[in-house]
């Protein structure tokens, strides 16, 4: 029998009072971490969006500047490219700054950085589709007010969930606008694992196995039932709250 979100929020919320309680890591525990979810958070991100690069390849290119022959210069730059993302989230974290519609955009200009500079940072001008979803994101013309709508939630009413389930439904609710013409995807998990970071939460990773069960679960939350979305996430999480703990 399947979890109820309740029950496992409650865990999690246990499981991180623990970590706080060993707070601050050691140096080389805190580094060791930081070069793991590096390499996990970028391989199962990318994969998820079709990149052939294996989780080695990705930290050969990350770890040690190689490139790997028989991949592409794109699947280089995505791996390079999540990495700055990784540390520029990680910065605003540290710093505490504000969730922002500049923050958000600065993400997808090193998501996109060298793939797709015209595109990087700017909300689409046309139609997109979301290639395996039924799903048809809104007009164009609705991006704009529907972001300044994204931001006014993520500020106010959002603050009174649970940092879990703001993280998961503001990846959610990113996704479901779709503001970018590439690079959704990997923005929102940056943006999810931002907040789960300003929380004092560890990153979540999204699988590459469980791409089918997260795009299922996104298509459920795009009809109306965000609950198997936030739990998917709340299971992440808790994987990584695990890893945490047995550092």
Known sequence: MQMGL??????LTDKKARLDSRRPLSASA???????????WTY???????STLTRRETEIV???????????????????NHKH????????????EPLTEHNLRQIHVL??????????GRYRRGQVRISG????????????????DFFAWLIGEAQSLSPVERAALAHF???????????????ARLLMNLILLLAGYPPAVVRNEDRLAYYTALDQAHAGDTEPFVLMIAEAVEKSLDIFLAA
């Open 62 to 80: 990350l770890h040690e500047g190689l490139t790997v022959g028989g991949k592409t210069l794109r699947e280089h730059l995505e791996a390079v």
């Open 85 to 96: 993302a990784i540390d520029f989230v990680e910065a605003l974290a540290r710093e505490v």
């Open 30 to 40: 805190a580094a060791r971490l930081k070069d793991y979810f590096d390499v996990e």
């Open 111 to 120: 998501v996109l950085k060298g793939i797709d500079d015209e595109e990087a």
């Open 44 to 50: 199962h991100s990318n994969a998820i969006e079709g």
């Open 6 to 11: 309740s029950e496992i929020l409650l865990r």
């Open 133 to 148: 979803s039924e799903y048809v994101p809104p007009d164009p013309s609705a991006v704009l007010g529907l972001m300044r």
């Open 173 to 187: 609710r990113l996704v479901d606008i779709h503001p970018f013409t590439d690079g959704n995807g990997r923005t």
